[in-house]
Nanobody
Framework: QVLLVESGGGLVQAGDSLRLSCAAS????????MGWFRQVPGKEREFVAT????????DYADSVKGRFTISRDNAKNTGYLQMNSLKPEDTAVYYC?????????????????WGQGTQVTVSS
């Protein structure tokens, strides 16, 4: 079992940066792939980024490539999403998720554990 708690969201202006954190409890975090997803009202949850258990593999949605960076610190049981050059279209609730498997995926249905979400709002 993995319990995930996101933090770091907020209201920023276009062009600003934010770093989201995902604190995990449970001894299996270091063997779990994790991902970040986002969702706006009326739309499906959207893939943002994923990282394998040891951090050797990362992948990003095209919409955030070059602006967002996913990372993790297994010693601290924490994952991160550094978001730079934020745009109004990045506004959403951001969720971190973890898989029982060490292999990254970009499909939300393949994730087993979810945080409660943190709101990111980017004003123009």
């Amino acid at each position: 079992q993995v319990l995930l708690v996101e933090s770091g969201g907020g209201l920023v202006q276009a062009g600003d940066s934010l770093r989201l954190s995902c604190a995990a409890s449970g001894r299996t975090f270091s063997s779990s792939a994790m991902g970040w997803f986002r969702q706006v009202p009326g739309k499906e949850r959207e893939f943002v980024a994923t990282i394998s258990d040891r951090g050797s593999f990362v992948d990003y949605a095209d919409s955030v490539k070059g602006r967002f960076t996913i990372s993790r610190d297994n010693a601290k049981n924490t994952g991160y999403l550094q978001m730079n050059s934020l745009k109004p279209e990045d506004t959403a609730v951001y969720y971190c998720a973890a898989r029982r498997s060490p292999t990254s995926r970009n499909n939300a249905r393949e994730y087993d554990y979810w945080g409660q979400g943190t709101q990111v709002t980017v004003s123009s």
